[in-house]
């Protein structure tokens, strides 16, 4: 039967056969969305309904359950020992120390429900969840980096989050591979590196976003192989460059040593000349290398995709994706990586198959409505188990009755579904319920991608976190720290500083920083201003550089003589560039035709 809020419109595919479209009405935010031919394919293949949400409002859903960068001290349930936790004590959560909670002393399945065919599924999911141990953070053999979390193998960092492979690092989010570097925002293999966003393989490089393989260089914007550049865009192969002007090496050489950035004046003032010299250049449409038929930003070896981004490692015949890699068949999802048919999920992935609406599950198969759970098969509204099979509520099952049982739960879902405070309703085919987040929307990375007033935060159904009251013994305040770094001594480290927004933003302030030894001992190296903002604000600073999870359909804006087209372009792409902005975006062909 047709749904009531479908619609059907046809198009022509890029084989000249005619495809019909459905246009459904959001449950949500009520504006139209389009689901295709391939997606009905998609959810009739993992037996699961088409979306009532458009995509935007699911990854929102999504992104309320990843709280990766609040930090809470906390209570160890089991030892009663003092524990750094992403939950905060006002949630009331049972908590383990990450150490005891993947240990033997403890088991899931004592935690069982049996499953109750007079209430909604999710309400019999919140009340195992309250009951369930929950690991504290989500870290894999880190030394001395315990304050982070959703990190593996890292050695010697600090505030370091949705990190891999890293030592001496603070004060970063997706770096992958790095080494003895600050303040850092999706960088991979790189060293002695400074507030850099979206780069890779770089070496002694600062203030850069989206450039790979360049060396002793800084404020470079979509830049590849760059050696001794300064203030550049859109280079290739250079070196001794400065505002995209070629120099000797000495004339280099004696006009850098004009720029003193270690005054804080001087390099704020720098920063506005250098976006004021970007605003005239033209920009890429999207970062989409080695590709195929793919639609997004930030993307290598993919192909046949549409709307994923920051993908780190090949995606084939996926959708509506961010920060995931190593996938095949895969739709909606955030942090999600190696592994097929994995939909609705945050942070799910490694040797996986048959994921939906899982949440931390990993090294699993067939399992649905998941949080925390690992290296299992054949699971069911499961919270906190390892290496279980044939579970529903944390009840074990034989695996003929679990097979038996769930059918009947997938139809009690859609004949007594779960309704929310705003009449949302939630059938089988639903990712989990706003409203189940332990979370709040300015503690999620949901603020760092959908940033919004409170009001629009409220009137979307997310909670909203009251800026806690701090008593900090502020001992210097930032508009009083020294200029220059050279008159800055050892008196500075640990002292409490006051963060120059003082909370009056919208950025998760923390009012206070301190310098640490190490990383006053890197500014110093470097000639390098003491920054006047707590790490949580300079975070939200680099995202402001990133584009948005979204695209928009335009034109090229090319109108050079010397390319091939005659007059303005016409080339016709999807970017994550809004309209309203004022770049000037070009298409991939004219974008060539000028960088090499």
Not at 75 to 101: H, M, N, Q
Not at 434 to 443: D, R, V
């Amino acid at each position: 039967m047709k749904d009531k809020n479908e619609k059907r419109i046809h198009s022509i595919d890029s084989t000249g056969s005619l495809q019909a479209n459905s246009i459904r009405v959001c449950q949500n935010c009520k504006k139209d969305f389009i689901i295709e031919p391939d997606d009905f394919g998609f959810y009739e293949k993992i037996k699961v309904p088409p979306p009532t949400w458009c995509p935007e409002c699911r990854a929102m859903r999504r992104l309320i359950w990843r709280n990766e960068r609040s930090l809470y001290h906390n209570i160890c349930a089991f030892s009663g020992k003092k524990i750094i936790s992403i939950f905060s004590p006002e949630t009331k959560l049972t908590v383990y120390e990450r150490d005891i909670w993947w240990s033997d002393k403890w088991d899931p399945t004592s935690y069982g429900q049996e499953y109750d065919f007079a209430r909604p599924f999710f309400e019999q999911f919140k009340e195992l969840m309250s009951k369930v141990p929950l690991a504290n953070v989500g870290n894999t053999n880190c030394v001395n980096s315990e304050y982070g979390n959703h990190n593996v193998d890292l050695r010697n960092c600090y505030l370091v989050y949705g990190s891999y492979t890293g030592e001496n690092v603070c004060y970063a989010q997706g770096a992958m591979n790095v080494r003895d570097s600050f303040d850092l925002y999706s960088v991979m293999k790189s060293e002695q590196c400074f507030e850099d966003t979206l780069c890779g393989n770089l070496y002694n490089t600062y203030f850069s976003y989206d450039s790979d393989d360049c060396i002793n260089s800084s404020f470079l914007t979509s830049c590849i192989n760059l050696q001794d550049c300064f203030a550049c865009i859109n280079l290739r192969h250079k070196s001794h460059c400065i505002f995209n002007t070629q120099y000797s090496k000495e004339e280099y050489e004696k006009k850098l040593a004009t720029y003193d950035f270690g005054s804080y004046k001087v390099l704020e003032k720098f920063k506005k000349e250098y976006n004021d010299f970007i605003k005239t250049q033209f920009r890429r449409f999207a970062y989409i290398n080695k590709s195929v038929n793919v639609t997004g930003d930030n993307v290598i070896n993919s192909k046949n995709c549409r709307m994923i981004f920051d993908v780190f490692w090949e995606v084939q015949d996926s959708k509506y994706l961010a920060h995931n890699g190593g996938l095949k068949h895969c739709y909606d999802g955030y942090g999600t990586g190696n592994g097929e048919y994995i939909y609705e999920s945050v942070d799910t992935g490694i040797d996986a198959s048959m994921n939906l609406f899982g949440i931390l599950t990993h090294g699993s198969i067939n399992t649905y409505y998941t949080y925390m759970c690992y290296s299992s098969d054949n699971l069911f509204g499961c919270v906190g188990l390892q290496k279980r099979k044939y579970c529903i509520l944390n009840k074990q099952y034989t695996k003929e009755e679990y097979h038996k049982l769930l059918p009947k739960i997938i139809q009690h879902m859609n004949t007594m579904p779960y309704v929310d405070k705003k009449g949302r309703v939630y059938k089988y085919g639903e990712f989990f319920p706003i409203e189940l987040s332990p979370f709040y929307y300015n503690e999620t990375i949901l603020e760092d991608y959908y940033p919004m007033e409170r009001k629009g935060v409220e009137g979307y159904g997310f909670k909203w976190k009251e800026r806690e009251k701090r008593d900090y013994k502020i001992k210097i305040k930032a508009e009083y720290l020294p200029d220059h770094i050279k008159d800055v001594d050892e008196f500075i480290v640990d002292k409490v500083i006051g963060c120059m927004h003082g909370g009056s933003c919208n950025q998760q302030c923390t009012e206070a920083f301190k310098i640490l030894p190490q990383e006053l001992q890197f500014y110093k190296k470097n000639n390098l201003a003491l920054p006047r903002l707590c790490p949580n604000c300079r975070h939200f600073e680099r995202l402001k550089k990133r584009n948005p999870l979204n695209l928009w359909h335009r034109t090229c804006m090319c109108d050079r003589e010397k390319h091939e087209h005659k007059g303005k372009c016409k080339n016709e792409f999807e970017t994550s560039y809004a309209p309203e902005r004022l770049e000037i975006v070009y298409c991939e062909k004219c974008y060539q035709a000028e960088v090499y």
